[in-house]
């Protein structure tokens, strides 16, 4: 039996003709608002929802660092549609490292996925800055499982998803407050999805609000439960396989703006340049400028997925360096896209610009875990040789 190397996997999933007909559907999902169903259906069939599935379980057997580069590669023609499928890939990811580690807890997920479920993430909520670690959602034990109530945002896949993995607190003990992960089925009771998807950007992913209103988890799909505030392996790795994929994403779009901004630049023309406005020299300082920022970004990214798919031991300052990179990936491509679109001239205003959906979409960034402030938190409190976990958090 031949092994595929990554990329043989990658370019057997992800064809140059899908991506050309992701491309070509993705202006329209976006001015619909709807879901990309058919890039859904073409990226199931394929086996790319199962990439990082291993591969004696009948996945791809792509590591973090090897989905990031196919995120990247399907990101670059289609980002919507890259951003949703990557709440599901992150959930395999995450399995996938665990049992890597040793740990075969959610191998479960894995035979699921591999059969076909879809996973999404339902982490997002109002009056929480400090996502999946902390909730303002509750959990409360019952026999044979936890019941779950709370509002949770950005529920993306949310017209196909078959298991919606949550999170909320536990506080039946003030003094020791945990957080309870959980796997909820579709076929629940005791929760409801409510239409909230109408954005500036990412309009395809359909993130709509859950509302769970005492639904039941049974413990079979109860993932773990950690103190509160508690970085494990399983946290560990949501935060690994969610954001170092979100960056590559965002860098994606600023390859496609730059590259988008060139052709324009090529073809544009003005009465007092002889040349096209390539040879602008203030046009050539707004590529340069471009340019810089995406050399640093891939690098970046590529070396952190490397060593958390190596297994490198960076101990406390993992958090740091994976909030770092996704952070240096979407303030960079935030960048890359705004110069982009003052290079396009006037014709970046129009909703024909594929330049005006890329400004709409890069926004999307900052609004994923760990925002701008949380990384900066992260980041400084690392940096300074104080531990996360230290009360009170301020001061």
């Keep these: 039996m031949t092994t595929l190397t990554a990329a043989q996997t990658t370019s057997t999933i992800l064809t140059n003709e899908m991506l050309a ?4 559907r993705a202006p329209t999902y976006d001015r619909e608002n709807r879901f990309f169903d058919e890039d859904f259906d073409e990226l199931r069939s394929s086996g790319y929802l199962t990439c990082a599935v291993p591969a004696d379980l009948g996945g791809g057997g792509l590591s973090l660092a090897d989905v990031c580069r196919a995120q990247r590669r399907l990101a670059y023609y289609a980002p919507a549609t890259a951003l949703a499928v990557n709440m599901h890939i992150y959930w395999t990811g995450v399995a996938a490292d665990l049992r890597r580690m040793g740990d075969p807890s959610l191998e479960w997920l894995l035979r699921e996925a591999a059969a076909g479920e879809i996973f999404a993430a339902g982490h997002g909520e109002t009056g929480n800055d400090l996502p999946v670690l902390l909730s303002s959602s509750r959990a409360e034990r019952v026999d044979g499982g936890y019941r779950f109530t709370g509002h949770k945002l950005f529920s993306s896949l949310t017209p196909v998803w078959t298991r919606l993995g949550v999170h909320a607190m536990d506080a039946s003990d003030p003094a020791a407050p945990k957080i309870v992960h959980a796997f909820m089925r579709r076929d629940s009771n005791g929760y409801a999805v409510r239409e909230t998807w109408n954005t500036l950007g990412m309009r395809a992913t359909r993130s709509d609000d859950t509302i769970l209103d005492g639904v039941i988890v049974p413990d079979k799909y109860i993932a773990r439960v950690v103190p509160a505030g508690a970085l494990d392996p399983f ?3 949501i935060f690994a396989n969610a954001l170092l994929n979100f960056g590559a994403i965002y860098y994606a779009i600023a390859e496609r703006a730059r590259d988008v901004a060139i052709t324009s630049a090529r073809k544009r023309t003005s009465v007092a340049v002889s040349r096209s406005m390539a040879y602008h020299p203030e ?23 490397e060593d958390w798919s190596a297994g490198v031991d960076h101990g406390a300052a993992w958090p740091m360096k994976i909030v770092a990179a996704k952070y240096r990936c979407v303030e960079g491509a935030k960048k890359v896209v705004d110069l982009a679109l003052t290079s396009s001239g006037g014709a970046g205003m129009f909703k024909t610009s594929e330049l005006e959906r890329l400004y709409r979409d890069v926004r999307a960034g900052g609004f994923h875990p760990a925002n701008t402030m949380l990384t900066h938190e992260i980041v400084g409190k690392t940096t300074l040789g104080i531990g996360l976990d230290e009360q009170p958090r301020w001061g």
Excluded at 21 to 24: C, I, M, S, T, W
Excluded at 283 to 305: C, D, K, N, R, T
Aim: hydrophobic residues 55%; proline residues 3%; charged residues 20%.
């Design 21 to 24: 007909r992701f491309a070509e």
């Design 235 to 237: 946290v560990g790795a």
């Design 283 to 305: 046009i050539q300082h707004l590529f340069s400028e471009m340019q810089l920022e995406i050399e640093a970004m891939w690098p970046h990214l590529e070396s952190v997925a």
